[in-house]
């Protein structure tokens, strides 16, 4: 049974969704507050759930970054672990340079909250390996700062690298303008692989009484 | 002392704010704005009375936590 460790600031507000998905796909989780200074033995995953930590305060996940258990993270992924940011999690991971790039507020200034077809870019990680490639998946989405920049550089070396994981589009697979995203962009990883970002909310889509549970094979790519 | 920490995107940058910003002022009729940007102060009182030292902290601080200097550019004056 796979461990995964559920990462808790004061303002997350996904962390039971999170716990939710990941006991259903059976695996043992363990929320863990932002002021511990380790993750628990044997963790298999650490996801840094949804919200609004800190009250996004100065800016998405900048003063998160900052928290005890951070440390931690970024040890782990650095040795290899498996990180999984969702949302304000992505946000996290960007501010805390695991990822790179930043994500500004979005191009019409509304917070959107709406599902959306997103298209599985690449599926050469573990993340999307259930995934088929240019599949297109029906996820929610629940942001302010969504809008992922990057500069031309940095754009290269993340396409080259196979980084980009989905992209907005319409449901016929099309490339979508949803939030100003440089190419459209909602999720990306490092260049190792073993960090991945994505704005949508994979968690909230993991039965049809839901909408959709496409997030179900997204999520099982991780505890393969 | 105190520290005015100013934070902007970066040129280059799209500034969504900025451009709302720029769209209300023409609707309601004032011309000849070329470009708006939006940015936040930040104003830090200091017990540090050398500005060399002042200047050298608050410098960390921008660049530690209080810009992104991935989109984000700062200054910082010492009054």
């Known amino acids: 049974m796979k461990n995964i460790a559920i990462l808790q600031f004061p303002g997350t507000n996904c962390d039971l969704d999170t716990v939710y998905a990941f006991d259903k796909l059976g695996c043992k989780t363990h929320i863990v507050w932002h002021k511990e200074t380790s993750l628990p033995k044997d963790t298999d995953l650490v996801v840094i759930a949804g919200g609004f930590s800190y009250g996004d305060y100065l800016r998405s996940g900048a003063i998160a970054k900052f928290s005890p258990i951070m440390k931690g993270v970024v040890e782990y992924a650095n040795s290899g672990g498996k990180v999984l940011g969702i949302c304000n999690g992505f946000q996290i991971l960007t501010e805390v340079g695991l990822l790179e790039g930043a994500l500004k507020r979005n191009i019409n200034l509304h917070f959107i909250s709406k599902f959306q077809t997103l298209k599985v870019v690449n599926n050469r990680n573990e993340f999307l390996q259930k995934c088929e490639k240019d599949e297109v998946l029906n996820i929610p989405i629940a942001h302010a700062d969504g809008n992922y920049y990057i500069d031309e550089d940095g754009y290269r070396e993340l396409e080259k690298n196979g980084q980009i994981l989905v992209q907005y589009c319409n449901p016929r697979g099309e490339r979508e303008v949803v939030n100003g995203s440089v190419n459209s962009i909602a999720g990306i990883c490092n260049k190792e692989k073993n960090v991945f970002g994505l704005m949508p909310h994979p968690e909230r889509a993991m039965e049809m009484v839901l909408g959709s549970k496409d997030g179900v094979k997204m999520l099982e790519g991780l505890i393969a | ?79």
Do not use: C
């Not at chain 2, 002392?1 to 040129?11: D, G, S």
């Not at chain 2, 023409?26 to 070329?34: L, M, P």
């Open chain 2, 1 to 79: 002392m105190k520290a005015i920490v100013n934070i902007f995107l970066k040129e280059g940058v799209l500034d969504p704010q900025g451009k709302a910003i720029h769209h209300a002022l023409d609707a309601i009729g004032f011309e000849g704005v070329e470009d708006v940007r939006m940015g936040k102060q930040i104003v830090l009182k200091l017990s540090a009375t050398s500005k060399e030292e002042a200047l050298k902290e608050v410098e960390k601080m921008a660049e530690e936590i209080l810009a992104n200097t991935v989109i984000e550019d700062y200054t910082i004056e010492l009054v």
